[in-house]
């Protein structure tokens, strides 16, 4: 059925970052693939036409970080919900982590995974697979197996290896085989029982706090073994200005390591917490004022690589409890968008960097696609009315998780369409 | 990043300033504190009266909610709900519903169900009585009022009004004092109340002496001077404000000993001499004798610590009464 049809995408301004491309273009769809941009390719017969007259027409959105919950936690999330959600966001492509339960460790709970996600309509699915078995930072999983079954790079997730050996062994074992590897820099000790970032609001609401620290010294550890290792790190959801600094200079002195920042770290700060919010309890934690804007203005100037939603869908038990009790993790899949426009807007980042951190950026550090829309490649396609905007409502969330610290919120860029592998595979229906 | 949610409001008070619930001491306005205090006044007379009663609270139900144990804060608020004559029921969860894997919510909604007109609520965890608070509000059950009794290391604010208020009787005008705070302060909720108690009420110099380990990352930002050296902050003071020292403070490389805790932070007769002549030494108690304070300064004639007592069981009246439990 994909291969009969015939698209023709009419009247939207072409934004496409791999490429440089920002400019007023059709363009025709034929076989899952981009044939042609501007004319009408030779014997082109569009058998549908999509209008996206006032509207912008770029990449699929590349998604980091977005948990689906399965296997082990169909009572947050399903595949069905969560794939719904990622094409109302706009996106085409995501990673999920291995914090599944059991965790991704072993290649047939892989195999099963991507072939349940392998569905006309639903986004790409890249497992992110364990770097030790059932993340217990002890034992290396069978790599070479699960990158065979589908995995793209392998990480803790939000946990961290405690052993510097297990981690340094674990990096030169994943070097040999050239994986990534996918880390978020918490020191597990420092971190221990805190729930904020340690400063004037967690002291005020008598909150535990989690100091810079813990990130800054696990950053230190895995940057220096990373260069021991020669491995390829990527680190996941970055939290403060000060590892953000160690970050640029790490690079500098040539170690290879790429970093993500997630939506609500690059738009809240501890303040947002409020009084006792627990969609705001976020892990790593909101910080300060201060680093919110240094991440801000990493991600503009190219320091930080990729825009992720961190999407963490969790059910109303799970957050219907007081604030330090309460599961960590929001719903950002189809806030991902919105809120690069926004931060966009709020820093005068012109559309094509904005989306280059939610499409080709991603997709380098993912290594699969390269979320570009010259002729001949895959269409994986979000049209999207930047004029437009929405609220943030439970009603309006495909997510099967309402949690989010944006809730009540006006936010600029609505999906009109989403194509996946040439087919639409969601229509807002405007 | 303004958000319009609710959490972003403080839920003690409505939209025309009025006070719904006692959560924290934290944005309550000095009018507001100030007439808590008148209004305990006249009842620290009541227990002088042959039948210790007023009839304020005839006919309402004050459910004392303990998630957490305590023998003595519980004591209080129950007398202070039976002099104004309200029915007490308390209730001592952790041995009952949440052991059997029930949520705050569901006890809160099935209290709520009994006609409760008042939560006294003590928990674990920070920002507990503000999540009951915020859930009877979204359920269309305002007029059910929330006691914070102590919430984590968040706030105790009727320990902190009766301090208020005990400050006040010794020492009459505020904004003349120096004051310390002496102790755990980065786990104690009655600490946080105190210090906006204090700045709130006008107090030009609030200090807090501890080590390191015991002061909270940003306290400065609340209004108060950090003093490592007790005896430099406790030169010329007009109050001292100990804190209780749990011993479970000793684990977690937090502090070495007891014993070294007392040499540095204990309050000796020597230390409290620094003080003015007629400071007064104050305590919540339970005392931890030898550990943060000595003995013969705990039973010495600058300890106000029994009154502190005594004027608790007023101040909660008071803020019960004013409250008033329900009134639909």
Not at chain 1, 29 to 56: E, K, M, Q, Y
Request: glycine residues 8%; contains cysteine; neutral net charge.
């Amino acid at each position: 059925m994909t291969n009969m049809l015939k698209l023709h995408i009419k009247g939207g301004r072409l934004i496409d970052p791999a490429n440089g491309v920002d400019q007023l273009t059709d363009i025709f769809i034929a076989d899952g693939l981009i044939v042609g941009a501007g004319d009408t390719p030779l014997n082109f017969v569009a058998n549908s036409v999509l209008d996206a007259t006032g509207c912008i027409v770029c990449p699929g959105l590349v998604d980091l970080c977005a948990r689906l919950r399965e296997p082990g936690f169909e009572y947050k999330a399903t595949l069905q919900s969560e794939m719904a959600a990622a094409v109302a966001g706009g996106v085409t492509r995501l990673s999920c982590p291995p914090d599944t339960d059991p965790p991704l460790d072993e290649p047939g709970l892989v195999q099963m995974l991507t072939h349940r996600a392998r569905l006309p309509g639903f986004a790409h699915v890249h497992p992110v697979g364990a770097l030790t078995v059932q993340l217990a930072g002890e034992r290396l999983v069978e790599m070479v197996q699960l990158f065979d079954a589908g995995c793209v790079a392998f990480g803790q997730a939000n946990r961290s290896i405690v052993d510097t050996q297990v981690l340094l062994r674990a990096m030169h074992y994943a070097a040999t085989f050239g994986f990534p590897i996918w880390l978020q820099a918490q020191d597990s000790f420092l971190s221990r029982n805190g729930v904020a970032h340690d400063g004037e609001v967690a002291a005020r609401l008598g909150l535990a706090g989690i100091p810079v620290a813990a990130e800054t010294i696990a950053l230190a550890t895995i940057l220096h073994l990373a260069q021991e290792s020669g491995a390829r790190v990527h680190i996941r959801r970055i939290s403060s200005a000060a590892a953000l600094e160690m970050l640029i200079a790490a690079r500098a002195s040539g170690i290879n390591a790429t970093c993500d920042v997630s939506i609500n770290h690059l738009h809240l700060t501890d303040a947002d917490i409020g009084y006792f919010n627990p969609h705001a309890r976020l892990d790593p934690p909101l910080r300060s004022q201060r680093d919110r804007d240094a991440l801000r203005a990493g991600l503009a100037s190219g320091a930080i690589d990729a825009l992720c939603s961190d999407h963490t869908p969790v059910d109303e038990d799970g957050k219907q409890v007081p604030f330090e009790e309460a599961e960590v993790g929001a719903t950002g899949l189809e806030l991902l968008l919105p809120l690069c426009l926004k931060w966009a807007q709020e820093m005068n980042v012109p559309l094509l960097a904005a989306l280059a951190r939610v499409t080709s950026n991603p997709a380098r550090i993912l290594g699969q696609h390269a979320a570009s829309l010259a002729v001949g490649q895959v269409a994986d396609i979000c049209v999207f009315d930047p004029k437009a905007t929405a609220i943030v409502s439970r009603e309006n969330l495909k997510s099967q998780g309402h949690n989010t610290p944006f809730l009540g919120l006006e936010l600029p860029g609505r999906v009109r369409y989403t194509l996946i592998d040439g087919a639409l595979a969601y229509d807002a229906g405007l | 990043m303004n958000q319009p949610l609710s959490f972003q409001r403080n839920p003690q008070l409505n939209s025309n300033g009025e006070l719904q619930h006692l959560l924290s001491i934290d944005g309550l306005p000095r009018e507001i504190i100030e007439r808590i205090l008148d209004t305990a006044a006249p009842f620290t007379l009541v227990a002088e009266r042959e039948v210790k009663k007023v009839p304020l609270l005839r006919g309402k139900s004050v459910f004392n909610l303990f998630f957490e144990n305590s023998t003595r804060t519980r004591t209080t608020f129950e007398i202070a709900a039976k002099r104004l004559s309200a029915d007490v029921i308390n209730l001592n969860i952790n041995t009952s519903s949440a052991a059997k894997g029930e949520t705050l919510l569901d006890t809160v909604d099935n209290l709520a169900a009994m006609q409760a007109d008042m939560f006294v609520v003590r928990h674990a965890a920070s920002g507990a009585p503000y999540l009951i608070a915020q859930h009877l509000a979204a359920t269309g059950r305002k007029h059910i009022r929330v006691v914070n009794a102590g919430d984590g290391r968040h706030a105790h604010p009727t320990q902190g009004l009766l301090d208020m208020y005990t400050i006040r009787h010794y020492k009459k005008d505020f904004s003349q004092l120096t004051i310390a705070i002496v102790g755990d302060v980065l786990h104690s909720r009655v600490a946080r109340s105190q210090i906006h108690g204090l700045t709130t009420l006008g107090v030009p110099e609030v200090r807090v002496i501890a080590p390191r380990t015991l002061v909270p990352t940003g306290v400065e930002r609340m209004g108060v001077r950090v003093f490592n050296d007790m005896r430099e902050g406790l030169r010329g003071v007009d109050v001292v404000m100990m804190l209780r020292l749990q011993n479970e403070r000793m684990q977690g490389a937090l502090l070495p000993s007891p014993q070294e805790y007392f040499k540095s932070y204990g309050l000796t007769p020597e230390k409290l001499a620094l003080a003015k002549p007629n400071a007064i030494v104050m305590h919540p108690g339970p005392m931890n004798r030898g550990v943060e304070i000595d003995s013969s300064v705990a039973d010495g004639a600058q300890a106000v610590i029994l009154p502190q007592v005594s004027f608790g069981i007023a101040v909660r009246m008071a803020v019960m009464a004013m409250l008033g439990g329900g009134g639909q």
